[in-house]
């Protein structure tokens, strides 16, 4: 069994896998070591692991999961990967991007895929049908827009998303909530929209915490996938494996 590491910028997710099925996952806002443990106790089949993060790892975390297991993998951009990247400074890929891509991959094995991850930051990557990983676009997110307007003017205030807003604004707060939504709304499709243009067989796979809010709102039809990232470090992890 495998063990899934991905320490994000403010939470942790964790996942064990039995080759490719998913057997369990949770989200945690810090690891500890005891929790490690606990994690042993439970799955004491786990005997490989790897390790991503958006920082350097916690080093006793690294360290516990080197000795607890037979086979450790710290994931950085010079670790072997089962597709081709073709990001002119792939030391400045995150890793998790470049793990959505692959998960995509595994997920739907020879098709033009389009991974949309929106969270913190909006990112769309794309990756040809032969496994090649082109490169993608990044800009704020949900939160980041609102508190951006918020931050960087004088007068306007910080507010959040909601289910039910107008199209066009008539309160300030209205005109900002609708600017904003309908703005990453227009911005989604009309990416999609764009990158399928030379391949309309293009699947777009949508994940991040905000993946259900816009998966609604789009005119596309798109395939949300959650645990897209977890996917892509286990096949990472099982493709060096088979590698040795």
Request: aromatic share 10%; hydrophobic share 40%.
């Given at each position: 069994?495998?063990?899934?590491?991905?320490?994000?910028?403010?939470?942790?997710?964790?996942?064990?896998?039995?080759?490719?099925?998913?057997?369990?996952?949770?989200?945690?806002?810090?690891?500890?070591i005891s929790r490690l443990e606990e994690i042993k106790k439970t799955y004491p089949d786990i005997d490989r692991t790897i390790l991503s993060s958006?920082?350097?790892?916690?080093?006793?975390?690294?360290?516990?999961?080197?000795?607890?297991?037979?086979?450790?993998?710290?994931?950085?951009?010079?670790?072997?990967?089962?597709?081709?990247?073709?990001?002119?400074?792939?030391?400045?890929?995150?890793?998790?991007?470049?793990?959505?891509?692959?998960?995509?991959?595994?997920?739907?094995?020879?098709?033009?895929?389009?991974?949309?991850?929106?969270?913190?930051?909006?990112?769309?990557?794309?990756?040809?049908?032969?496994?090649?990983?082109?490169?993608?676009?990044?800009?704020?997110?949900?939160?980041?827009?609102?508190?951006?307007?918020?931050?960087?003017?004088?007068?306007?205030?910080?507010?959040?998303?909601?289910?039910?807003?107008?199209?066009?604004?008539?309160?300030?707060?209205?005109?900002?909530?609708?600017?904003?939504?309908?703005?990453?709304?227009?911005?989604?499709?009309?990416?999609?929209?764009?990158?399928?243009?030379?391949?309309?067989?293009?699947?777009?796979?949508?994940?991040?915490?905000?993946?259900?809010?816009?998966?609604?709102?789009l005119k596309n039809a798109i395939f949300v996938k959650f645990e897209i990232t977890l996917i892509g470090l286990n096949r990472i992890l099982e493709?060096?494996?088979?590698?040795?």
């Amino acid at each position: 069994m495998n063990l899934v590491v991905d320490i994000g910028n403010s939470r942790t997710k964790l996942a064990i896998f039995s080759k490719k099925e998913l057997v369990d996952s949770l989200t945690i806002d810090k690891l500890t070591i005891s929790r490690l443990e606990e994690i042993k106790k439970t799955y004491p089949d786990i005997d490989r692991t790897i390790l991503s993060s958006v920082s350097s790892a916690n080093p006793q975390v690294a360290g516990y999961l080197k000795s607890e297991y037979s086979y450790f993998l710290e994931l950085n951009y010079q670790t072997p990967v089962p597709i081709k990247n073709q990001y002119k400074t792939p030391y400045t890929l995150g890793l998790d991007r470049l793990a959505a891509a692959i998960g995509a991959c595994e997920l739907f094995p020879g098709k033009d895929l389009l991974v949309i991850d929106a969270g913190t930051a909006i990112t769309f990557d794309l990756i040809e049908n032969n496994g090649t990983f082109k490169g993608g676009n990044i800009s704020p997110g949900l939160r980041s827009r609102f508190r951006a307007l918020h931050e960087f003017t004088k007068n306007l205030p910080l507010i959040g998303e909601a289910e039910e807003y107008p199209v066009i604004g008539q309160t300030t707060e209205e005109a900002i909530r609708a600017g904003v939504i309908n703005g990453m709304v227009f911005e989604i499709d009309g990416t999609i929209s764009l990158f399928s243009e030379n391949r309309p067989d293009l699947q777009p796979v949508l994940t991040g915490g905000d993946a259900l809010f816009f998966e609604r709102r789009l005119k596309n039809a798109i395939f949300v996938k959650f645990e897209i990232t977890l996917i892509g470090l286990n096949r990472i992890l099982e493709y060096n494996v088979e590698k040795q």
